[in-house]
């Protein structure tokens, strides 16, 4: 395996100024690698060896130009769940229904790194219409988790995490509805930010759940993750929910904390997140970590999220109401599939959705349109709404009087085994308890590694922070990720 794809970004932008190595080798190596292990792990639906070399090639040109006042990602491959619609580059969202969609246009985020120079690699699988916690509900296959083939990568950005933690891929762009750029970092050792509703654009992101979605980074490391949302944050006109919010500069408040040490900051730890049965492993190691932040100055903080018990039933309502609007879109008309001989307009719509879709979509769709139905609106959409505001005001209070930061567990437990949970949606839905509050409060949250248990497998931690502070959260995670000895490099690149 070449040392290349096992490089920092850091490190890769410094080996390129050098002149140590060039965008197309970096490129190279990476596609070697991807060839080699996609097999076993299936993490890609599309490699786009031939525009990444190009795109590779300009950059070389750019930097050679610009030298160091090119951007710090030109030349840096990357890979973006399939999710993300790009240019001339097949986008199916893991679904058959969307199987041979070429989109005339990028994502404002493709668009955005592509204007840095960054070189796309290709796109990874996912949960079909990233509807999913395990990347098995895939049209394309399962994805395998690098640390034991035989578990799940977690999901839905499972093919993102993959590429990132097997080093096919220096960092990816995944999508975050309830948990799917966390959990998927967690189980495989890597970092996860999803950033604030409003931070990142979701323009040419594929719908599924629009109040909630948000685009966010996967890397190796907490510095890593700060420079993709570096290049990827701040308003964007073709996205009336992007907020215009100043960007901090996130790689100067890591360093800043990181120098400065956690001191006079309080790390509020909701005392509700222990009342649900969780891996022992995974609260051994959390306990781990509150003593480390307390080493590190940070003060703790008993504190109270009192409706997190009623989180996950209303998330499971809104996003599946939601999602039956937003799917209502595949008819064979315009995108994707369209069934063969067919006798009527309806007949046509009925067929297509019919084959297009997987059995989860499908099961989604049809409880989404029901709770939207006129008898039972008032009785779940309407209810649940209410309860999301009671969320929200959970955590406004909880920052407003006690707390900068919350620590929480990502997944209450470590990687499940390829098939467990298949069978039950129910036992699906129930591993997202520690993740869907964020997205209803519409929060940023940030998944770090924080140990292995003693099968070997990854176990992540999450810190949620207020709206649009991201910077805070990258601080404390990069001040925890020097104390975690795990969370390097090295350790992530044995995976596989
Ligand atoms: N597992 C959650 C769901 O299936 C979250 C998915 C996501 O964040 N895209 O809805």
């Known amino acids: 395996m070449s040392k290349l794809v096992s490089l920092s970004l850091v490190e890769m932008r410094e080996g390129l100024l050098r002149g140590d190595f060039s965008a197309l080798e970096l490129c190279d190596a990476h596609i070697e690698r991807i060839e080699a292990t996609n097999a076993a792990l299936n993490s890609f639906i599309t490699i786009s060896s031939e525009s990444a070399r190009a795109a590779a090639a300009a950059a070389d040109k750019r930097i050679a130009e610009e030298k160091d006042r090119s951007p710090m990602l030109c030349g840096i491959p990357y890979s973006a769940k399939d999710m993300l619609v790009s240019e001339g580059i097949e986008t199916t969202c893991g679904s058959k229904m969307l199987s041979g969609f070429i989109s005339p246009y990028n994502c404002t985020v493709l668009e955005r790194l592509e204007e840095n120079g960054a070189v796309l690699l290709g796109k990874n699988n996912m949960d079909e219409f990233a509807m999913g916690s395990s990347s098995e509900r895939s049209s394309y296959g399962a994805v395998r988790n690098p640390w034991d083939l035989d578990r799940v990568p977690g999901g839905s950005s499972g093919g993102s995490a993959v590429a990132v933690s097997s080093g096919q891929s220096p960092f990816s762009l995944g999508t975050d509805t309830g948990g799917s750029i966390r959990q998927p ?50 308003k964007d006109e073709l996205d009336a929910t992007s907020m215009d919010v100043p960007v901090d500069s996130y790689l100067e408040s890591i360093e800043r904390m990181a120098d400065e040490g956690l001191a006079g900051l309080k790390i509020g730890v909701p005392r509700e997140y222990f009342s649900f049965s969780v891996d022992e492993e995974i609260d051994a190691n959390l306990k781990g970590q509150i003593a480390a932040l307390e080493n590190l100055g940070a003060e703790l903080v008993d504190i109270s999220l009192p409706h997190t018990e009623h989180a996950l039933a209303s998330y499971y309502v809104l996003v599946l109401a939601e999602a039956s609007s937003n799917l209502a879109r595949y008819d064979g008309v315009r995108f994707g599939h369209r069934a063969e001989s067919v006798s009527s307009l309806e007949e046509m719509y009925c067929r297509t959705r019919a084959e297009g879709f997987g059995t989860e979509v499908k099961r989604r769709i049809m409880m989404g349109s029901y709770v939207l139905s006129a008898g039972y609106f008032d009785a779940y959409y309407v209810k649940a709404q209410q309860v999301r505001t009671l969320v929200i005001s959970d955590f406004k209070a909880a920052f407003a009087n006690d707390c900068d930061v919350i620590l929480a567990p990502v997944s209450p437990t470590p990687a499940f085994g390829i098939g467990e949970k298949t069978a039950s949606s129910l036992e699906m839905y129930l591993t997202d308890i ?16 924080s140990g292995l248990t003693k099968s070997g497998l990854p176990i992540g931690v999450q810190l949620i922070g207020s709206a649009f502070q991201e910077g805070q959260i990258l601080g404390v995670a990069k001040a925890l990720e020097q104390s975690n000895t795990f969370a390097n490099n090295e350790k992530t690149q044995q995976a596989f």
Do not use: C, H, M, W
């Open 434 to 449: 520690f993740t869907v509050p964020v997205n209803l409060a519409g929060l940023p949250a940030i998944s770090i590694p």
């Open 185 to 234: 970092a967690a189980f495989t050792g890597a970092v996860g930010l999803k950033p604030t509703y409003g931070r990142v654009s979701r323009y040419g992101a594929v719908a599924y759940a629009s109040s909630f979605d948000q685009i966010g980074p996967l890397g190796r490391s907490v510095e890593d993750v700060a420079s993709v949302l570096q290049a990827i944050a701040g």
